[in-house]
């Protein structure tokens, strides 16, 4: 009796932790096909993933790549929904630096050169 106890409460606590990342939904991942520059830090071409926490203009950006962070940076969430939209990126006018990410259902607006590396 003791044992399936145990066994429920870990199958329960498992479901939980899967529920909890699937349902994340300050997470996105983003491929970049060109060097891509955020705040100060040149991000080289390739898959990364978006985490951020915090709401309005209190947010905080991490750019993951391989489970690092390669980046954290401050920006702006707006979460005015966007649902004929795909996911898209905005470069400023050198072609490098992104301005902002926006998908379906929220955009994050970057300040530019308040980066920090790690």
Do not use: C
């Not at 978006?50 to 940076?73: A, C, D, I, M, Y």
């Amino acid at each position: 009796m003791k044992l399936r106890f145990i066994t429920l409460l870990l199958m329960f606590v498992s479901a939980a932790s899967l529920l909890t990342v699937a349902g994340s939904s300050n997470k996105r991942i983003i491929t970049f096909y060109q060097p891509t520059v955020v705040g100060d830090v040149t991000l080289n071409p390739g898959e990364y993933t978006v985490l951020w926490s915090g709401t309005g203009s209190e947010v905080q950006v991490s750019f993951l790549r391989r489970k690092n962070t390669v980046v954290t940076t401050p920006a702006t969430l707006d979460t005015t929904p966007h649902p004929d939209y795909a996911t898209s990126v905005a470069y400023s006018s050198d072609g490098k630096s992104i301005l902002f990410i926006q998908w379906k259902d929220s955009t994050l607006k970057f300040k530019r050169g308040e980066a920090q590396s790690d």
